[in-house]
Nanobody
Framework: VQLQASGGGLVQPGGSLRLSCAASGSIFSINYMEWHRQVPGKQRELVAYILSGGSTYYVDSVKGRFTISRDNAKNTVYLQMNGLKPEDTADYYC???????????????WGQGTQVTVSS
């Protein structure tokens, strides 16, 4: 099982980016999918999550600006980021709690980071 994140880049304050994270491999089902971010020297922070039924959570600092969504058919989670601020600069990581085909327990899998830089 692999999670492949993409979509990061350099954007000016007020701009937008859309991150994607696709899970591939022998996956039976995915429970929840999350986006985290980390600034060097600081703890990794949960940004948003989406449950299999579609319920979502956002950290206060991104409410109203970020939207998490998922395409269950593609095992993909997205993070639409609007109104970006310099303090959103970080490496963004996706995580999925999933059940592998033939497995009996859910485990967490992480994708590699994708860098987001917000700067003029």
């Amino acid at each position: 099982v692999q999670l492949q994140a993409s979509g990061g880049g350099l954007v000016q304050p007020g701009g937008s980016l859309r991150l994607s994270c696709a899970a591939s491999g022998s996956i039976f089902s995915i429970n929840y999918m999350e986006w985290h971010r980390q600034v060097p020297g600081k703890q990794r922070e949960l940004v948003a999550y989406i449950l299999s039924g579609g319920s979502t959570y956002y950290v206060d600092s991104v409410k109203g600006r970020f939207t998490i969504s998922r395409d269950n058919a593609k095992n993909t989670v997205y993070l639409q980021m609007n109104g970006l601020k310099p303090e959103d600069t970080a490496d963004y990581y996706c995580k999925a709690r999933l059940l592998r085909s033939g497995g009996s327990q859910y485990f967490d899998y992480w994708g590699q980071g994708t860098q987001v830089t917000v700067s003029s």
